[in-house]
C-alpha cells in the first residue's frame, strides 16, 4: 500500500471517530435536555394593569391637592384592595370565570408588582361582550388564613368584626370644615349588624360588589394576549350616587355598615377599563 | 480491531452521558443536612432564606456557638469579650430588657462604652421578615448595595461597629480558626474547615432564622386549645376594632399572627424629628420623617424599653401614650386616626384589658427552649 493510500485510509479512520463522537455528543445533548419545548397555546390570555387617578388625573399621593362632591378637600397615602371573579360575558348570555377561586389578586399602590395581573386562566377563543370582576371577595372564599403571607396577610379583617379580609384599605387625610387635617381609613370588608340595646353584634353583611366594566368586549384568538388598563378613580368613591363627607361619616367606617353601604353603592362607577396594546 | 476501538470510544461516551446527565446530589461531595423549619399555625409560607446561604442543621448547630461565643469580638480577655449573646438575652426575648445587669434601663452600649443610636429590637421570628431589618428596615432583600441586604450583614455590621462590638473581621475570622473544635465545625456546616468571616455570618444568620416564637397562650387560643379569660377577650376586641384601640392595623393579630406589618409608621410621638436614622433616611419620602418599625408584640411584656428610642420604660406608659398623649404632625400616619384626640381615649378598666390581651402573647416556652440557649460547652470546652 502507498503512503498517500495509507495517509488517506488514516484520516478516513479518524473522520470516522470524529463523526461517531459529534453523533453521540448530539445524543448527549438531547438526552439531557429539559422538555421545555413550547406547546402551542390554543387559547388566549388576558392581563390587567391597574392604575389609580382622581378626575383623570394620576394620583398625586400626600399632598392635599383634591377636593370631593361634597366639598372635602383630601389626599390620598395608599390604596390597597383585592378583585376577584373576573368573569367574561358572550352575546348568549354564557360566561367564563377566569382565575378561579386561589387567584383573586391584591393590588397595592405602594407595590409595584402588584399593578399588574397576568391571570394564569386561558380563555377559549371567541367574542366577548364584556368583562365583570368582584371588588373584594365573595362570602363564599372569603376567609380568614386564606392568604398567611404578607402583604396580602396585612389586609385581614377581624374575626369580631366578620373576619376574612379587607376589600379596600384607601388612606388619606382629609381638611375638615375648621381647616384641620385629620386622618381618614375609608376602609371596607364586612360588616357588622349591632343589637341597639347592648351594642353586641348580632349579625353581617358582606359588602363585596360585582364591577361591569364599561366598554371591555373583545376578540380573542388562539395565542393572543389581550391587555386592560383598569383604572380606579379615587374621586368616584365619594360621589355618584351618594355624595360622602367626611365631616359627617368621620376618618374610620370599618365600624360603620351605613358609610360601608355608601362606599359600596358608589363602587360601582369607580373602575373604568382601557384596551391596550403590550409592547 | 477497529470494531473493538470503536466499541471502546462508544461506551466511554455512554459512561460520559450518564455522568454529564447525573445531578450535583449524586456527585461525591460533602453536603449537609437541610435544617427545615415548621410552620406554625396561621404563620406565612414565605421564608427569607436567602439562596447562598440554606439551612442546614450543621449550619445552625455552629452559629449557635458563634452566637453566643464572647470570642466573636476578636478579643479573649475576659473583660473584652463580646458575642450576639452579651445583649440579646434569650429570657429577654432576645432583646436587653430594662433590667439587664450591664445596660441599665436596657440601653445598650458597645464594648467600648459608646451607647447604640436606637435601642433594641426583638429576634423573634425574622425568618419572616421581608421588608427590612432594623428600626428604619436599613436591610432589605433587594437593596442596591449588596452589603446591606440581610441578616448575615447584620452580623458584620455588629462585628464592626464602635457602637456595638467594635471588632475586625479578620482578627475574629484568625481566632476561630486558632480555637481547637471550630475549624472542624465549619466544615461540617460549609464543606471546608477554612474559617472565613462569610461562613461566621452565614452560621449565625442560620441559627437566628431558627428563633421561632408561635407558643404563646394567644397561639393555643387561635389553635383552639386554651380559652382567653374575659379581660383578655375585651383586650382582644379593643386590639382589633377601629372604634377600640385599634393596634391591629401595624401590628396584626388572628390573620397576622407576627403581630407585626413589618412595615414602618410615624405613630406620634414627636412633632419635630431631628433623627437621622429614621426611615426618611432609607426612602427619602418626607412623608417617612419621624417612621419607624412596627415591632412585633410577641413577648413585647419583657421587651421593653419601648419605642425606637426607648423613651418608655413600662408597657403601661406605652397604652397611656396611645391613649392619650399622640401628637399631630404632618407626618403622622393616616392609621394614626384618633390624632385629633390626642389617642384612643381608653379607660382604665380598657387599659387593663388590653394590656391583659398583649400579655397573651408572652411566649415562655420560647423564652426557654434549649435549642436556643447558650451551650453548655464551646467547642474547645474539654
Redesign the interface.
Known amino acids: 500500500m502507498s503512503n498517500t493510500k495509507k495517509k488517506k485510509k488514516k484520516a478516513m479512520?479518524i473522520i470516522s471517530?470524529l463523526n461517531?463522537?459529534i453523533l453521540?455528543?448530539l445524543?448527549?445533548g438531547s438526552?439531557?435536555k429539559k422538555n421545555d419545548e413550547p406547546i402551542e397555546d390554543q387559547s388566549g390570555r388576558l392581563n390587567f394593569y391597574f392604575t389609580h387617578v382622581v378626575a383623570e388625573e394620576e394620583v398625586y399621593y400626600?399632598t392635599i391637592r383634591y377636593q370631593n362632591a361634597a366639598g372635602n378637600p383630601f389626599m390620598v397615602?395608599?390604596i390597597q384592595y383585592f378583585i376577584s371573579d373576573v368573569t367574561l360575558h358572550k352575546g348568549d348570555g354564557s360566561k367564563v370565570l377566569i382565575d378561579a377561586w386561589k387567584n383573586m389578586h391584591y393590588v397595592d399602590s405602594d407595590l409595584s408588582d402588584t399593578w399588574q395581573w397576568k391571570m394564569k386562566d386561558s380563555i377559549p377563543p371567541g367574542i366577548y361582550d364584556s368583562i365583570t370582576f368582584t371588588f373584594g371577595i365573595t362570602e363564599e372564599k372569603n376567609h380568614?388564613?386564606m392568604?398567611?403571607?404578607?402583604p396580602e396577610?396585612?389586609m385581614?379583617?377581624?374575626?369580631?368584626?366578620g373576619?376574612g379580609?379587607h376589600y379596600l384599605k384607601l388612606?388619606?387625610?382629609w381638611k375638615d370644615t375648621n381647616d384641620?387635617?385629620?386622618?381618614?381609613?375609608f376602609?371596607m370588608g364586612i360588616g357588622q349588624i349591632y343589637d341597639q340595646n347592648s351594642g353586641e353584634i348580632i349579625g353581617f353583611i358582606h359588602n363585596d360588589f360585582d364591577v361591569s366594566l364599561k366598554n371591555s368586549g373583545f376578540k380573542v384568538d388562539n395565542n393572543e394576549t389581550i391587555a386592560f388598563t383598569i383604572v380606579m378613580d379615587v374621586n368616584k368613591w365619594f360621589e355618584d350616587p351618594h355624595d360622602f363627607d367626611f365631616n359627617y361619616w368621620g376618618?374610620?367606617i370599618?365600624?360603620n355598615q351605613d358609610a360601608m353601604f355608601i362606599a359600596k353603592e358608589n363602587g360601582y362607577n369607580v373602575f373604568s377599563a382601557h384596551r391596550m396594546i403590550e409592547k | 480491531m477497529?470494531r473493538f476501538?470503536?466499541i471502546l470510544?462508544?461506551t466511554g461516551?455512554?459512561a460520559?452521558?450518564f455522568e454529564?446527565?447525573k445531578k450535583d446530589s449524586e456527585l461525591d461531595v460533602y453536603t449537609p443536612t437541610p435544617y427545615m423549619i415548621d410552620i406554625p399555625f396561621?404563620?406565612?409560607?414565605?421564608l427569607n432564606i436567602p439562596d447562598d446561604n440554606p439551612m442546614t442543621v450543621e449550619g445552625v448547630k455552629l452559629g449557635r456557638y458563634l452566637f453566643y461565643d464572647g470570642r466573636l469580638s476578636g478579643r479573649t480577655h475576659p473583660d473584652s469579650l463580646m458575642s450576639c449573646a452579651t445583649c440579646h438575652r434569650q429570657q429577654r426575648s432576645f432583646e436587653a430588657g430594662v433590667d439587664h445587669p450591664d445596660f441599665p434601663g436596657g440601653f445598650p452600649h458597645g464594648i467600648t462604652g459608646l451607647q447604640t443610636h436606637h435601642v433594641m429590637l426583638p429576634m423573634i421570628n425574622l425568618v419572616?421578615n421581608?421588608?427590612g431589618y432594623g428600626w428604619n428596615g436599613f436591610l432589605y432583600p433587594d437593596n442596591p448595595v449588596e452589603e446591606l441586604r440581610n441578616i448575615e450583614d447584620f452580623v458584620r455590621l455588629a462585628v464592626l461597629a464602635k457602637d456595638e462590638i467594635d471588632g475586625d473581621t479578620t482578627i475574629t475570622t484568625a481566632l476561630f480558626q486558632s480555637i481547637q473544635g471550630y475549624p472542624d465545625l465549619f466544615y461540617q456546616a460549609f464543606g471546608s474547615d477554612k474559617v472565613t468571616f462569610k461562613n461566621i455570618e452565614r452560621a449565625i444568620a442560620q441559627f437566628i432564622r431558627t428563633l421561632i416564637s408561635a407558643n404563646s397562650r394567644f397561639d393555643k387560643y387561635m389553635r383552639g386549645e386554651v380559652q382567653l379569660n374575659q379581660s383578655e377577650l375585651n383586650g382582644?376586641?379593643l386590639f382589633?376594632?377601629?372604634?377600640g384601640a385599634?393596634c391591629?392595623?401595624c401590628h396584626?393579630?388572628?390573620?397576622?399572627p407576627?403581630f407585626t406589618?413589618?412595615?414602618f409608621y410615624n405613630n406620634g410621638k414627636d412633632t419635630v424629628f431631628t433623627d437621622p436614622f429614621d426611615r426618611y433616611k432609607i426612602s427619602g419620602?418626607?412623608?417617612d420623617k419621624g417612621a419607624y418599625k412596627a415591632t412585633t408584640l410577641r413577648n413585647i411584656e419583657v421587651q421593653g424599653p419601648y419605642m425606637h428610642d426607648g423613651r418608655f420604660a413600662t408597657l403601661e406608659e406605652v397604652i397611656e401614650f396611645y391613649s392619650h398623649d399622640l401628637k399631630q404632625s404632618?407626618y403622622?400616619?393616616?392609621?394614626?386616626?384618633h390624632?385629633?384626640n390626642g389617642g384612643v381615649q381608653l379607660i382604665p378598666s380598657e387599659k387593663q384589658d388590653l394590656l391583659n390581651f398583649i400579655k397573651t402573647l408572652r411566649d415562655d416556652d420560647f423564652m426557654t427552649n434549649p435549642a436556643f440557649s447558650r451551650p453548655e460547652k464551646f467547642p474547645d470546652d474539654q
Open positions: 479512520k471517530y461517531l463522537i453521540s455528543f445524543l448527549i438526552s439531557c400626600d397615602s395608599e380568614s388564613l392568604f398567611v403571607n404578607q396577610s396585612n385581614f379583617w377581624p374575626e369580631y368584626l373576619g379580609y388612606n388619606g387625610k384641620v387635617i385629620r386622618p381618614y381609613n376602609h376618618g374610620d370599618m365600624q | 477497529r476501538v470503536y470510544i462508544f461516551i455512554v460520559l452521558f454529564a446527565c396561621g404563620f406565612p409560607t414565605k419572616w421581608h421588608s382582644f376586641v382589633t376594632t377601629e372604634e385599634d391591629f392595623h396584626g393579630g388572628y390573620g397576622n407576627l406589618t413589618h412595615l419620602d418626607p412623608m404632618p403622622i400616619n393616616p392609621l394614626m386616626h390624632i385629633n
